[in-house]
């Protein structure tokens, strides 16, 4: 990842500015925070939903995770996540309705 930013820094360079109010943010400071702060991943996970549960586990956990979820019935949770499905498909058939 390092390689790579440093890759796009040195593209920056080349580059003109786009405009004179072009933001001092550059694409590749953004990324590098976004990978130092983890933000990348949360994001990954929330992008890609096949994978989120492996990404949360290996780079999102703080270790407290696990906890939660022993504490809560397995069942229950099961339970709330399905009513909160189903409210979620009745509002985008309501939606689709409109359109």
Same mark, same amino acid.
């Given at each position: 990842m390092e390689? #790579?930013?440093? &890759?796009v820094e040195k593209?920056?360079?080349? #580059?003109?500015?786009?405009?004179k109010d072009e933001p001092t943010l550059?694409?590749?400071a953004a990324m590098r925070e976004s990978w130092s702060s983890g933000r990348f991943w949360f994001n990954y996970a929330m992008r890609t939903s096949i994978d989120d549960d492996a990404v949360?586990? &290996?780079a999102l956990d703080d270790g407290?995770?696990? &906890?939660?979820l022993a504490k809560e019935?397995?069942?229950?949770?099961?339970d709330v996540k399905m009513?909160? #499905?189903a409210a979620y498909l009745? &509002?985008?058939k309501d939606d689709q309705q409109f359109e």
């Open positions: 390689l #790579f930013i440093r &890759e593209a920056e360079v080349t #580059f003109p500015p786009l405009a550059r694409l590749s949360y586990w &290996e407290k995770g696990r &906890e939660i019935d397995a069942e229950q949770l099961a009513e909160q #499905f009745k &509002e985008k």
